[in-house]
């Protein structure tokens, strides 16, 4: 399972305060802001993140911010960065920092945002997240699947090979009727998906968006449930708080199941 930690996203109020307080100080890369912003990312790693999302959609989404958390992230850590916008001229000015080649995160049937994002993300070779599924509503597998087909077809054409891309069912909160639909609907998805495309294309999901509405404190009880489904439905990678550390221990049992991780108690301890 591939773990992309969204922990840097200012959907959270603790980094959205890091943000304010970075633009204070000017976007300076040497500021107490950036070093908050160095510290959780260095926790974000030593909890085994694969890949970093740096998400400013909700808040800060400009060039200059998303300037500021690339230069920032990429001084404390190599892994891959994936980054979450809404403003092609952030997106571009993220992908001109990375070292590395990047995500670009979100992209739907939307006409007008994949004429002005995909070129751009195909011009610094990074890879993709696809959103074909509906957010607010349950989506079929079948219209799912011709989504994934369309979407896949228009990366294709720009020179985004399959073996970027990523495709996301998009999960509805399960405390919603459309949300346990959606779910079975999404189970069949992941099952269908890999002979989809060929090559495949990978999976990925965001994992919070299936607790939201429940109580806070039975969240990570069904999004770690989740993920395990998910998982064995061939769920790829995932979108997940790696700081979490209920997510740390399912992520290590999905390993112990896999043969990838040999099993001992304290792996499945809560750390």
């Known amino acids: 399972m591939f773990l992309i930690a969204d922990n840097i996203s200012t959907r959270r109020a603790s980094v959205r305060y890091i943000f304010q307080q970075a633009k204070a100080a000017d976007w300076d890369t040497g500021s107490e802001p950036a070093q908050m912003l160095s510290e959780l990312t260095r926790q974000c790693v030593a909890a085994g993140a694969n890949a970093l999302e740096i998400n400013i959609q909700q808040h800060y989404d400009r060039p200059e911010a998303m300037q500021f958390a690339v230069n920032v992230v990429q001084g404390v850590t190599d892994l891959q960065l994936c980054l979450s916008t809404n403003n092609a001229e952030a997106l571009q000015a993220g992908l001109r ?15 007008a945002k994949l004429r002005e994002m ?24 079948r219209e799912m699947l011709q989504k994934t087909a369309i979407l896949v077809g228009a990366a294709n ?36 998906l890999p002979d989809a495309t060929d090559p495949a294309v990978k999976s990925t999901c965001w994992l919070v968006n299936g607790s939201a509405g429940a109580p806070q404190r039975l969240r990570p009880v069904i999004e770690t449930a989740l993920l395990l489904m998910l998982a064995g439905a061939g769920l790829s990678s995932v979108f997940l708080d790696v700081l979490l550390k209920e997510n740390r221990r399912t992520v290590r049992l999905l390993k112990i199941f896999n043969n990838e991780l040999v099993y001992s108690d304290g792996e499945i301890r809560y750390d």
């Not at 990074?126 to 989506?139: C, M, N, Q």
């Open 97 to 111: 920092a990375s070292k590395h080649l990047s995500l670009v995160n979100y992209l739907s049937i939307d006409e």
């Open 118 to 141: 995909l070129p751009v993300a195909a011009n610094h070779g990074a890879g993709v997240v696809f959103l074909v599924g509906d957010i607010a509503v349950a989506t079929d597998v």
């Open 157 to 192: 054409e720009v020179g985004i090979p399959n073996d970027s891309i990523f495709v996301d069912p998009g999960l509805i909160h399960i405390t919603s009727v459309a949300g346990q639909r959606h779910l079975v609907e999404i189970l069949d998805f992941l099952r269908a």
